[in-house]
């Protein structure tokens, strides 16, 4: 018997269902992805403001954080970034059945990686915001000074120059940050959880 078959799931007295209903609007993970410097974070931590204000139950789990304690001992090679996104994914689940908003910024790279986590969610509970800039714009932007240096090649593996990044073929939502301000970003994405029920 191997050690996991002695592990067993837990059921609550309370539901993710009454945890809703107390809170008074759904809960879901809007995961958003995009390159370094897209403006991810920023997004994220307006709209947590806006949810705030009206109400509703938040959390925002933003990449640098998450490395400074849960992912502490992940790099940054493929292996890492999978099993790094694998645990955000498995947190974002439980806060989702604690009836939260989780709201999730992560570069996220790889499509099969964000479909693995959809697939963990009921349905409704994962929502893709494509968060869309050239890679130009983003190199423009570089808040950290990671671009220059993988330029440099004191960064490897860097997403967008030597790394991959695979766009979402059907996200939920997609933001232009080339075009689009913060501002209007947050709206576009308020506008599509009231449309689709996640306020009252």
């Known amino acids: 018997m191997t050690e996991s ?3 067993k799931w837990h059921h609550a007295k309370v539901t993710k269902e009454q945890r809703r209903h107390l809170n008074k609007h759904k809960s879901a993970v809007v995961w958003f992805t995009g390159l370094s410097g897209s403006g991810k974070s920023t997004i994220s931590v307006e709209l947590e403001k806006e949810l705030h204000h009206l109400g509703v139950r938040t959390y925002c789990l933003d990449g ?4 400074h304690g849960l992912n502490k ?6 292996d890492d970034r999978k099993e790094n996104i694998r645990r955000i994914g498995e947190v974002s689940k439980l806060m989702v059945e604690a009836g939260l908003v989780v709201l999730a910024a992560f570069i996220s790279p790889y499509r099969a990686d964000r479909n693995e986590i959809r697939k963990r969610m009921d349905d409704g509970e ?6 869309n800039a050239k890679i130009e714009t983003c190199e423009s932007r570089d808040p950290k000074g ?4 993988a330029r440099a090649g004191e960064v490897k593996e860097f997403t967008g120059i030597d790394a991959p990044y695979e766009a979402p073929l ?7 940050t080339d075009k689009q301000s913060v501002e209007e970003s947050v709206q576009t994405i308020m506008s599509y959880l009231k449309a689709e029920g996640y306020l009252e």
């Open 126 to 131: 994962f929502i893709e915001v494509f968060v």
């Open 170 to 176: 059907n996200p939920e939502c997609i933001v232009n």
């Open 5 to 7: 078959e002695n592990v």
């Open 64 to 67: 640098d954080n998450i490395r």
């Open 73 to 78: 001992d992940l790099g940054f090679r493929p």
């Open 146 to 149: 990671l671009y220059k240096k």
